[in-house]
């Protein structure tokens, strides 16, 4: 059985290595300002926030049947009330490292970078790339890993969204002071979706954080469940891109 998650880390393992050559860690630390924490204060101002995704494509499915570039998403998304962008800088799903480029000299909303965190150069990068947030999904790092990498971003003023997908990495996920968790509702080996995976496991979450559900979120029934059952926002980029009207989509999600 295909193992997606497997072959994008192992492909991330040799662009990791080429960005290093290409450009040194410390070439990159000389070059980046602090940030300010821009997604936590986006989540303090209000009650549900909406992390909408500037998608093009999954590494399932292939490429959206939908004309839309990236910062066409991010100005449709910012408009209509998304409270944070998240932009792919990952080739699997048609992003790359230009595309958070030109998305932050578009818009004033925080900003979550969304790759596949394997190396802790990645956090810096992110930071000069004009990242505010890094996804860190528990399930590819050590828990030892995870809490450095947490700590890097919180150096850099970077918040970070800690991905867990079952109770195992929600485990250890709690063993962290990372705030933001996301529960991931798509089966990372085989890329299925299903919110009730947020469902279950918001039982054995710490309410005291923030937690979001990710992924596989397409009508206004499913955001209302997750809403009321308890949850401070959603991540969502294929539910979005491929609603007839994407603005009003986006509307209806962030819960305007």
Known sequence: MRDYLAEIVEKKQGLV???????PLYDIQEDISMGTFAMSRAFDDRPWTLIAECKLQSPSKGRFKHD??????????????????SVHTDPHFMGKNEDLQ????????????????????????????????VLLITRILSPEKLKKFLF?????????????????????ALNTPARFIGINNRNLK???????????LLSYADKKRTIISESGIHTIQEVHR?????????LVGEGLVMAGDVARQTREFALM
């Not at 290595?17 to 450009?23: L, P």
């Not at 839309?68 to 449709?76: K, Q």
């Not at 970078?113 to 990068?125: A, G, M, S, T, W």
């Open 190 to 200: 085989l890329f299925e979706t299903t919110i009730d995976n947020t469902m279950e």
């Open 152 to 172: 890097t971003a919180w150096e850099l003023g970077m918040d970070a969204l800690v991905e867990v997908h079952d109770r195992q990495d929600m485990e250890i």
């Open 226 to 234: 997750l809403h009321d059952a308890g949850l401070n926002g959603i």
């Open 68 to 85: 839309y570039s990236v910062t066409e998403l991010a100005m449709i998304y910012k408009s209509n009330g998304a409270g944070v962008l």
């Open 102 to 133: 030109a998305v932050r000299q578009l818009v004033d909303i925080p900003l979550l970078r969304k790759d596949f965190i394997i190396d802790e150069y990645q956090i810096y990068e992110a930071r000069k790339l004009g990242a505010d947030a």
């Open 17 to 23: 290595r080429e960005a290093k050559q290409q450009i």
